[in-house]
């Protein structure tokens, strides 16, 4: 596929986790780093987690430091969003964010997205 692929998404009670998951995309080559984002009901898309291909420590938001794990799988070409604790709060669509390196530029590809709702 030419686009990264989430999956996990669902529905969990607050103070449960769930994992979300990422494929790379089938393009030639690694990416150059790999981030989530998420994007809850009439709020912009918001920067989650990013970890860079070539090796070195996660990056988070404030919001998420301490519930969130990202992790990546070389090999498989995936990365991980571990998510505990979770708040209502946490309820909205997360998108997986493939950053490429290509010629002169650096290029973003977007999955379609994966719907995690937290109930209270």
């Known amino acids: 596929q030419v686009q990264p692929v989430e999956s996990g998404g669902g529905l969990v009670q607050a103070g449960g986790s769930l994992r979300l998951s990422c494929a790379a995309s089938?393009?030639?080559?690694?990416?150059?780093?790999m981030r989530w984002f998420r994007q809850a009901p009439g709020k912009e898309r918001a920067f989650v987690a990013r970890i860079d291909w070539s090796g070195g420590s996660p990056v988070y938001a404030d919001s998420v430091k301490g519930r969130f794990t990202m992790s990546r799988d070389n090999a498989k070409n995936t990365v991980y969003l571990q998510m505990n604790s979770l708040k209502p709060e946490d309820t909205a669509v997360y998108y997986c964010?493939?950053?490429?390196?290509?010629?002169?530029?650096?290029?973003?590809?977007w999955g379609q997205g994966t719907q995690v709702t937290v109930s209270s």
């Open positions: 089938g393009r030639a080559g690694s990416p150059y780093a």
């Open positions: 964010n493939e950053v490429r390196a290509e010629g002169d530029d650096y290029n973003d590809y």
